[in-house]
Nanobody
């Protein structure tokens, strides 16, 4: 069994900051790409940022310069540092990871349960 558990969401005022964390646990052999997606009501789930095991990252244009993704491979954890938040960043943020389990032969996609981020006065 593999689990992704997110934390760090909440309510923040425009211009504020939040840091999201996502920890993967279970019978994990290795994790390749880890990332964050978000979904606002009525919208599709979109990529926010992703990072490879070696640290190469891909950031969505809409958050470039404001959001930073990082990971700790020893802890199987990915972080999303969000600065200069605005109301358009309001969404449920989902963690994603491509994981190879012990005894497995292929990587599989895993998702967290989502954490709400609300940017409002």
């Amino acid at each position: 069994q593999v689990q992704l558990v997110e934390s760090g969401g909440g309510l923040v005022q425009p211009g504020g900051s939040l840091r999201l964390s996502c920890a993967a646990s279970g019978r994990i052999w290795t994790i390749s790409v880890m990332g964050w997606y978000r979904q606002a009501p009525g919208n599709q789930r979109d990529l926010v940022a992703e990072i490879t095991r070696s640290g190469s990252s891909n950031i969505a244009d809409s958050v470039k310069g404001r959001f930073t993704i990082s990971r700790d491979n020893a802890k199987n954890t990915v972080y999303l540092e969000m600065n200069s938040l605005n109301p358009e960043d309001t969404a449920v943020y989902y963690c994603n990871a491509q994981i190879l389990r012990f005894g497995g032969s292929t990587y599989a996609d895993y998702w967290g349960q989502g954490t709400q981020v609300t940017v409002s006065f």
